[in-house]
């Protein structure tokens, strides 16, 4: 994984985790490439894209896009349900989680992405584990 983005449909950035290092020009490049790319894209066209070298792969829950850059060589799928369980770690954090959350809630939604983000291996063998074994209020 090279990096995830929530945005709004309006474009706003709403959250944003690089895993590999970059300058702010390139991550603004990204942005401005990965919301304009999304946002015109159909409802009904493939989650997945080809940019440069990576694939990227988003989904749209609510009025939020989840944009996940991977290897060009990752599995797709694999990303999807990255995405996916996230937005369940949200929804159960949260309770049916939304822009607003994201908004005046970033320092725990961050807090979330990390330690996923640093257990996704785990938790994509273990999908039952419940949320309140790892997760402080």
Same mark, same amino acid.
């Given at each position: @994984? =090279?990096? @995830?983005?929530?945005?709004?449909?309006?474009?706003?950035?709403?959250?944003?985790?690089?895993?590999?290092?970059?300058?702010?020009? /390139?991550?603004?490049?990204?942005?401005?490439?990965?919301?304009?790319?999304?946002?015109? #894209?159909?409802? =009904?066209? &493939?989650?997945?894209?080809?940019?440069? !070298?990576?694939?990227?792969? +988003?989904?749209? +829950?609510?009025?939020?896009? %989840? &944009?996940?850059?991977?290897?060009?060589? /990752?599995?797709?799928?694999?990303?999807?349900?990255?995405?996916? #369980? +996230?937005?369940?770690?949200? !929804?159960?954090? %949260?309770?049916?989680?939304? /822009?607003?959350?994201?908004? %005046?809630?970033?320092?725990?939604?961050? %807090?979330?992405?990390? /330690?996923?983000?640093?257990?996704?291996?785990?938790?994509? @063998?273990?999908?039952?584990?419940?949320?309140?074994?790892?997760? &402080?209020?």
């Amino acid at each position: @994984m =090279r990096f @995830m983005l929530l945005f709004s449909r309006q474009g706003k950035l709403r959250l944003q985790k690089w895993f590999t290092s970059m300058s702010d020009r /390139e991550k603004k490049k990204i942005i401005r490439d990965m919301t304009t790319m999304v946002l015109a #894209r159909q409802p =009904r066209s &493939c989650n997945f894209m080809q940019w440069k !070298d990576l694939k990227i792969v +988003y989904k749209r +829950y609510a009025s939020l896009y %989840f &944009c996940l850059g991977v290897e060009s060589q /990752e599995n797709e799928l694999l990303a999807l349900e990255i995405i996916h #369980r +996230y937005v369940e770690l949200l !929804d159960k954090y %949260f309770g049916n989680v939304c /822009e607003l959350d994201i908004i %005046f809630n970033f320092e725990k939604a961050y %807090f979330i992405l990390d /330690e996923f983000s640093l257990n996704v291996s785990v938790w994509l @063998m273990l999908p039952a584990l419940p949320v309140g074994s790892w997760l &402080c209020a």
